[in-house]
């Protein structure tokens, strides 16, 4: 297996353990001093995890020692850690797919010719109570980056 399949194996081991725990992201993220969304994807393999931060979880969760050194492993990012057809994934792509010229469009339009950084970047997950159905809210948050012309 390689270090990609470890760390995310680690990180399905993650989900095993912690819904029989009964231990939430947010008790973890708080465990780690992080936010909610960046813990999640760190344990699920996507952020880069410090030997504190995995023996934290890993006392949480207990967790044997295999997975921990597993999440220690470079983060895994891009396709390899997606699963298209998840549904919550493919409905965001879909999104991106309806809107996402009309936010280059008005990015452009509010900054000039650049890009919104995923890199210098946080994304709030927040529930909405309606009358109609709660609703989800994810608010993007990045940097935003001009090409440079040369």
Do not use: C
């Not at 994934?89 to 010719?113: K, M, N, P, W």
């Amino acid at each position: 297996m390689s270090d990609r399949d470890d760390r995310l194996e680690a990180g399905r081991e993650i989900v095993r353990a912690k819904e029989a725990a009964g231990v939430s992201w947010a008790k973890l993220a708080e465990a780690l001093d992080r936010s909610l969304v960046w813990t999640t994807s760190a344990l699920l393999g996507q952020q880069p995890l410090d030997a504190t931060q995995a023996t934290t979880v890993a006392k949480l969760l207990d967790l044997d020692e295999e997975t921990v050194e597993a999440l220690l492993l470079p983060p895994v990012r891009g396709d390899a850690a997606m699963d298209p057809t998840e549904p919550v994934t493919y409905r965001l792509q879909e999104a991106l797919q309806v809107y996402g010229t009309s936010l280059h469009e008005l990015i452009r339009e509010e900054f000039g010719d650049g890009i919104m950084s995923a890199i210098d970047f946080t994304l709030d997950f927040e529930r909405v109570e309606d009358p109609k159905g709660d609703r989800v809210k994810l608010t993007f948050n990045g940097k935003f980056l001009p090409y440079k012309v040369w």
